[in-house]
């Protein structure tokens, strides 16, 4: 509201698009690096050492072809990687402000590149909670594709929001952002190769 009268505070109203909501189950950013950046993402990826990815369980962790098949590498913070971890803290905390609104610490765990290969690789349905409990909890998960939809079959990112799984869009350079006790799948890559790089954001405790 804008004051008429002399000595009136003038004041300019201005909302952004999309209001803050915590109702989004999901959310997601168009075009976050270009292929310059991707390809920089993956050769980072595949220059360390690829290993079986395991499943977590409050015991210990286990491979279980069964339950999860994929190739992972852990891409840590350093100077060849600071470009990476500013540019997602930057998407992530927007993404946080405009529709979570979390309390944040950041990130406390390297980044997950991973590789799905037409050997049935896959990843079950299964939460993002994490076993150490000495670092902040895992509070939102966010997944950025690698691979063009071109280059594999399957492999489809599913949310389980309602009683149908959600897919979420295959593109490149697409991220797409969700509180880690959603569940979630991977489903099997039947052709091809996909390639995406798996962050955790994690927070103090909700209480």
Known sequence: MVGDRKGDLKMSFYTFSPCPSTQ???VTWENGFNSDQIQKIIEIGESLELTNG???SLEESKSLDNVRKVKVSWIELNNNTGWLYDNLAYIARNLN???FNFDLSGFVEHFQYTVYTSDNNHYDWHVDHGTNE???PRKLSLVLQL???SEYEGGELELMISSEPTKIKKEKGFICLFPSWTLH???PVTKGVRKTLVVWISGPKFR
């Open 185 to 187: 799948r991977v489903t």
């Open 147 to 149: 691979s063009d939809p």
């Open 97 to 99: 402000g405009q529709f």
């Open 54 to 56: 395991t499943v977590n």
């Open 24 to 26: 989004q189950f999901y």
């Open 134 to 136: 000495k670092i902040s």
